[in-house]
């Protein structure tokens, strides 16, 4: 399709254990973001990716969160000896470019540690 | 720190009625806003964005209005419908940053 796709759309992991989630961006979308939404909150800041690069990493909540971008597409984020307050939906959205504009979101990770 | 607040979390209309959903930001500096629509199990659809160099803009049954002296935004759903029924964040971006940052959320209920 042409949206931003997620997988998985669910996982479910025992405590300690690692965890990885996979974005697909919109094609030719250079700017990346990935947020975190526990239930019925908004929408918490992750980190942003301009093509390959992360210049924002400021909403990583600790060192056991890490994400990756290759090729300008695929992005990976990474969450080591899982704990359950990292039980949420962690959502991907990119646009054409980064500033203030849109960001097209894909419909998340639901994540739950067990 | 500084976040967007949304006034009410909750609000039910009939079908048909308009609708005005409230958001409050804090941050001065912020310089575009964004409304997203957000159904079960999908993620934020983008219903309509204003930089702060305008105060209204308008878009298919829907309307923004910007007042920077209160740091108020608002959207306004003409003739709502079932379909509409859905949580809605605002969000606010600027300053250095290029991430949003978003609301609570407001649920909408439309009834027929």
């Known amino acids: 399709g042409a949206g931003v796709s997620q997988s998985p759309s669910n996982k479910v992991t025992e405590k300690g254990k690692d965890v990885e989630l996979r974005c697909d961006p919109i094609?030719?979308?250079?700017?990346l973001y990935w947020y975190r939404q526990r239930l019925g909150q908004g929408l918490e800041f992750l980190i942003y990716?301009?093509?390959?690069?992360?210049?924002?990493k400021s909403g990583l909540p600790s060192d056991r969160f890490s994400a990756e971008r290759t090729g300008e597409s695929v992005s990976t984020l990474t969450i080591q000896r899982t704990q359950q307050e990292d039980s949420a939906v962690y959502l991907c959205a990119s646009s054409p470019y980064s500033g203030p504009r849109p960001q097209h979101f894909g419909d998340g990770t639901r994540l739950s540690i067990l | 720190g500084e976040s967007v607040g949304l006034h009410l979390p909750t609000l039910s209309v009939q079908e048909g009625d308009n609708s005005i959903i409230n958001c409050a930001y804090s941050n001065s500096a912020s310089d575009y806003f964004i409304w997203y629509k957000q159904e079960s199990g999908k993620g934020p659809q983008f219903i309509i964005d204003?930089?702060?160099?305008?105060d209204k803009r308008q878009g298919q049954r829907v309307t923004v209005l910007l007042n920077k002296t209160v740091k108020h935004l608002s959207l306004q759903i003409a003739a709502t419908q079932p379909g509409d029924s859905a949580v809605y964040f605002c969000?606010?971006?600027?300053?250095?940053?290029?991430?949003?940052?978003f609301g609570k959320g407001t649920t909408l209920s439309v009834s027929s």
């Open positions: 990716f301009q093509g390959n690069s992360a210049p924002d």
């Open positions: 094609s030719g979308h250079t700017a």
């Open positions: 969000a606010e971006a600027g300053g250095a940053g290029t991430a949003l940052i």
């Open positions: 204003i930089r702060s160099n305008m």
